[in-house]
């Protein structure tokens, strides 16, 4: 059983383009994640959701929105896609509380061309 | 300001050598501190959390407040043991340090 899923694994697209990456969890958490991962294998923040509401929201481009449409998904979608948006996209999800571990996905492979 | 410090970029030992992977890490208030590696080509998991002290895989980490430190050791390497290891620190959201990759030669 899968815990943390993303969907796509890998997504290769244009400049400018819209696209969105899917992310599920059947932990039952409360609170789920969106990491960027970059070239560097620097792992930082973008977002945070708690019974869905925003409760995290690192300095990311408007053109970055997450949608979570009920506790068990948190999609983000990614406007005018640009260069620098190439990285590995990690989705996690955790009961709320700083002691609780987080469970990451898979990752998302983005890359744009 | 908040921020964990991986000084090494890459380490590399040889099988059964001793490992030591440093943390540093800057907050004003009481640190909760994880570690999370990374195999190749696998998500991300949680290895081991100050709080329980616990021995996971062999590897320890032990919370030094007064060094602001949380290495992460393991007597003898073994060659799966080679993957990118993140210390982080939870504050309101887990700040992570930039990752040491580890390679151990058989």
């Known amino acids: 059983d899968t815990a943390v899923s993303q969907t796509p694994k890998y997504l290769v697209t244009q400049m400018g383009n819209d696209k969105s990456i899917k992310c599920e969890q059947n932990?039952?958490?409360?609170?789920m994640y969106w990491y960027k991962q970059d070239s560097k294998k620097f792992l930082k923040i973008m977002f945070s959701?708690?019974?869905?509401?925003?409760?995290i929201n690192e300095t990311v481009p408007n053109r970055f929105s997450p949608k979570s449409p009920d506790k068990a998904h948190l999609n983000l979608h990614i406007n005018s896609l640009e260069l620098g948006d190439s990285a590995v996209y990690f989705c996690?999800?955790?009961?709320?509380?700083?002691?609780?571990?987080?469970?990451f996905g898979p990752g998302t492979r983005l890359l744009v061309l | 300001a908040q921020r964990v410090t991986q000084p090494e970029k890459l380490l590399s030992v040889f099988k059964g050598a001793p490992v030591e992977l440093k943390c540093n890490y800057s907050?004003?208030?009481?640190?909760?501190l994880f570690w999370y590696v990374q195999y190749s080509r696998q998500r991300l998991q949680l290895l081991l959390r100050?709080?329980s002290r616990e021995s996971i895989k062999g590897f320890t980490a032990d919370l030094n407040k007064g060094e602001t430190s949380f290495h992460l050791k393991k007597p003898f390497a073994q060659e799966e043991d080679s993957a990118m290891y993140y210390c982080a620190l939870f504050t309101d959201k887990l700040i992570f340090g930039t990752g040491t990759r580890l390679q151990v030669f058989p």
């Open positions: 996690a999800s955790s009961q709320a509380g700083s002691l609780k571990t987080q469970y």
């Open positions: 959701y708690n019974n869905k509401e925003l409760i």
């Open positions: 907050y004003s208030g009481s640190p909760e």
């Open positions: 932990l039952g958490h409360d609170t």
């Open positions: 100050h709080i």
